[in-house]
């Protein structure tokens, strides 16, 4: 699977607004701020990417679920369990 961004990239310095009381406790517990906002954004990401890929593929998993929900699954005739 591809990722969704380019892990290479080089990082960039921003600017943006938290809650306060958040923030206190978060640099309290030494929670790295960069790291967790990078990774709350990389789920995201990919939570958004997959929504992304079902709704272009909608109409094949409907016909792929209605082919199995007909003749079942391919190799059904082999598996043992």
Not at 3 to 17: C, E, H, I, Q, V
Not at 46 to 68: C, T
Request: charged share 30%; with cysteine; aromatic share 8%.
């Amino acid at each position: 699977m591809q990722p969704t961004f380019d892990t290479n990239a080089p990082k960039k310095a921003t600017n943006l607004s938290i809650n306060s009381d958040l923030l206190a406790k978060s640099r309290a517990l030494n929670i790295n701020l960069s790291a967790t906002l990078e990774k709350a954004l990389k789920r995201e990401l990919s939570k958004s990417e997959a929504e992304k890929w079902q709704r272009a593929n909608k109409v094949a998993i409907k016909a792929y679920n209605n082919f199995v929900e007909e003749n079942g699954c391919f190799g059904d005739e082999h598996r043992t369990f």
